[in-house]
């Protein structure tokens, strides 16, 4: 039992590498739902390294926020993949799986949900998401380390 549960400690930690450049603070701009934002993105590594957490708050030009959200990323075992679960306003809760692509990765959520897809490079990090039946995003960010 002990070896097994170091094994998937150990996967879970390897499967998370490609995520790992996020940790740490970053600081953006964008626009969410066709307002001017500013955004605060902190990503961090919880208990052993398993758990990753994004924690991104986005304000307008009056100050208020607009949106915030918790995003915490995981190696499932049972599908042998990255998974998010995200937590938001109004007690909204999803799980997605998460793929990664040659720039980033995207959360897989099905073809009547919001479209997620991130881009990473040593500079920066950008996302956007994208709600069905739309061809520009709604929300969209471009992060640079704080």
Request: glycine share 8%; aromatic share 10%.
């Amino acid at each position: 039992m002990d070896g097994e549960w170091q094994e998937q400690g150990v996967k879970a930690r390897t499967a998370l590498d490609p995520l790992r450049p996020l940790v740490g603070e970053w600081s953006g701009h964008g626009h969410c739902y066709e307002r001017a934002v500013r955004g605060v993105f902190a990503v961090t590594a919880l208990l052993d390294g398993s758990w990753l957490e994004a924690a991104e708050t986005l304000i307008d030009d009056r100050n208020v926020t607009v949106h915030a959200d918790r995003s915490f990323y995981r190696y499932n075992m049972e599908t042998d993949g990255l998974e998010v679960m995200q937590l938001f306003e109004h007690a909204h809760r999803s799980i997605s799986p998460v793929e990664l692509t040659d720039d980033g990765f995207r959360w897989i959520t099905g073809p009547g949900a919001p479209q997620l897809r991130y881009c990473m490079s040593r500079e920066s990090v950008s996302y956007s998401v994208t709600l069905p039946g739309e061809d520009e995003p709604a929300i969209r960010m471009t992060y640079t380390r704080s």
